[in-house]
Every structure is written in structure tokens, then in C-alpha cells.
């Protein structure tokens, strides 16, 4: 709207009579409509759940496109638009907390539109508290800050080629050489970097696959309505007590992780709880709850 070249572009979209009058509308009714789509964050500042789909699109960069939505409502200038930016802001700095952002151009904008910001933003600071005790498993009950975890067994039986599944509740038995799997369904409130889940199982369990390697990048259809679900690729390292997966980087809202395991042994068998943690910013986990004891008898 400043310049010649600003109009010029206007009209090459179409906007040829009076282009700065109705650009400035145009203007005003995005405004309008981003500062009443600007969700509160539970955590602290302001931001657009839905502003980009990561991993579906050529706009995937929250922080990029968070960061273009910033300097429009900075430059308008209005104290609703500062005030929603300034929210942003403090989002943009939680995203980086948990998060390692490279190099790329989309950081740098993100980092330049936090560094406009008042100087209230710029002095927010994150307090850290942890505590570390321990229990019996029998006690451990589920908790988990900016997560949440999950552990489900089934038992898995082939019907005309199609895969059944049933879950084993705590206490019921299973039977030597059964074929079991186990789903760990998680749930996480931001995109996070390096993220481990780590996931011990019984004695009597063996893995079907029992070498470590790439894992992930899939979707499967869940067992009920025809809804899928999304995998995240990463890397599972097999050891003998327990399976661990590292990711470089775990998407937000729900994922689920699966394994298969062969029953092996007869006897009564408990496990440690399973467990999702943010190596990156540690505070960011949680564990599952106690699982109870499985059961393996004899074949009959």
C-alpha cells in the first residue's frame, strides 16, 4: 500500500479498482478473524492449532508460519493485535524449549519476531522443579507432565488371514507360545525433539523381531469405525528386558507404538512401567501405570 510496486501487485490479483481501499478491508477482516482464532496455550502465551499440518504439507514450520502471523499483528499496531502478539512470542519461546531448531530461515524469522517483542516478554523465564522417588511397581500409578503413556496387551489370533486381537486384562492367563501384542499409546501436547520411550516387558516375553533398527513412518487402520493411526519414524533398540525407542523428532496429540512378543515360559510375571521422556527438555515425560501380573501356563 506503500508504493507504486505494492499497488502494481495488487492489481496483478485482480484488485484494480481502488486496490489500496480494498486491500486495507481485506486487511482488516484478516485481522479480525486471526485475533479471534488465537487460542490460550495451558502453558503460557497464545497460538493457532491449526495455522499448518505438520508432516502433511508444504507449509509444515509452526514457527514460521507463527511467526508471519506475529509481524502482521505487530505491524498493525493495534493493542488487541500487540497483545496477541506478544503472546505468540511467549509461545514461540516454549516451542524452542522443547524443540532443537536448526539453521533453516524459518527459525531465524521466528527468533527476529521474539526478539520485537516488549521487554516483559523478552525477561520470561521458565522455572524447573523435579522430584525423583521410589516405589514398589505394584504403587506406581500413571503421571506425566506434557505427555501421557499407555501400555495394552492383546492377544493375537489369525482368522481366514485376517488379525484378531483381544486384550489380556491384568491377572488372566496366557499360554506358552502364544503370540501377544503390545500397544503403547501416547499422547503429547507439543512437537518435540529427541524423544525416547522406553518400554520393559515381562521375563516370559521374547520379541518377534529381536534386532534393533529403524522403526515407524506408517499409517495402520485401528481396529474400530475405519480410523488409522500414525507412526512416527524413529529407531528401536532391542535389549534383553526391555525394548527403547529414539526419535529425532515426536509429533503432538496421539500416536501409538507397537511390538509382537512370543510367550516363552510358564510362571507369574510383573514388569516396570513403560515410560516417554524428552531428552531435550527432561522435565517434558511421563509413565504409565502398573500393568498387573500376566500369567503364562502350558499349551495344552
Known amino acids: 500500500l506503500s508504493s507504486q510496486e505494492g499497488i502494481a501487485l495488487a492489481k496483478s490479483w485482480g484488485v484494480s479498482f481502488s486496490a489500496p481501499?480494498?486491500?486495507?478491508?481485506?486487511?482488516?477482516?484478516?485481522?479480525?478473524?486471526?485475533?479471534?482464532?488465537?487460542?490460550?496455550?495451558?502453558?503460557?502465551?497464545?497460538?493457532?492449532?491449526?495455522?499448518?499440518m505438520p508432516y502433511r504439507g508444504l507449509l509444515e514450520s509452526e514457527a514460521y508460519a507463527h511467526s508471519l502471523i506475529c509481524d502482521l499483528l505487530t505491524q498493525h499496531g493495534a493493542p488487541q493485535c500487540l497483545k496477541t502478539a506478544d503472546g505468540i512470542r511467549?509461545?514461540?519461546?516454549?516451542?524452542?524449549?522443547?524443540?532443537?531448531w536448526g539453521e533453516e530461515p524459518a527459525f531465524v524469522d521466528a527468533l527476529n519476531s521474539i526478539l520485537e517483542g516488549s521487554d516483559e516478554v523478552k525477561a520470561t523465564r521458565v522455572i524447573l522443579m523435579s522430584k525423583t522417588y521410589e516405589k514398589p511397581f505394584s504403587e506406581i500409578k500413571a503421571a506425566g507432565n506434557g505427555f501421557t503413556i499407555e501400555r495394552k496387551l492383546f492377544r493375537a489370533e489369525d482368522s481366514a488371514g485376517k488379525e484378531i486381537l483381544t486384550e489380556i486384562k491384568p491377572g488372566q492367563t496366557v499360554r506358552k507360545g502364544e503370540k501377544l501384542i503390545a500397544e503403547y499409546k501416547i499422547w503429547n501436547q507439543e512437537n518435540r525433539s529427541f524423544v525416547v520411550v522406553n518400554v520393559p516387558h515381562e521375563?516370559?516375553?521374547?520379541?518377534?523381531?529381536q534386532l534393533s533398527g529403524r522403526y515407524g513412518f506408517g499409517i495402520r487402520p485401528l481396529r474400530v469405525n475405519g480410523w488409522y493411526t500414525f507412526t512416527p519414524g524413529g529407531y528401536r533398540s532391542v535389549k534383553t528386558d526391555r525394548?527403547?525407542?529414539y526419535f529425532d523428532s515426536y509429533p503432538e496429540e496421539n500416536t501409538t507404538l507397537r511390538e509382537e512378543f512370543f510367550a516363552t515360559q510358564t510362571g507369574v510375571y510383573t514388569a516396570p512401567v513403560v515410560s516417554v521422556e524428552s531428552l531435550y527438555a527432561p522435565h517434558y515425560r511421563a509413565n504409565g501405570g502398573f500393568g498387573g501380573e500376566v500369567k503364562v501356563a502350558e499349551n495344552d
Request: proline share 6%.
Open 90 to 100: 511467549i509461545w514461540l519461546m516454549l516451542q524452542k524449549e522443547t524443540q532443537k
Open 243 to 245: 525394548s527403547q525407542f
Open 203 to 209: 521375563a516370559a516375553f521374547r520379541p518377534v523381531n
Open 21 to 52: 481501499s480494498n486491500l486495507r478491508k481485506s486487511l482488516e477482516a484478516d485481522i479480525i478473524s486471526l485475533l479471534e482464532y488465537a487460542v490460550d496455550h495451558p502453558d503460557g502465551g497464545m497460538y493457532y492449532p491449526n495455522a499448518v
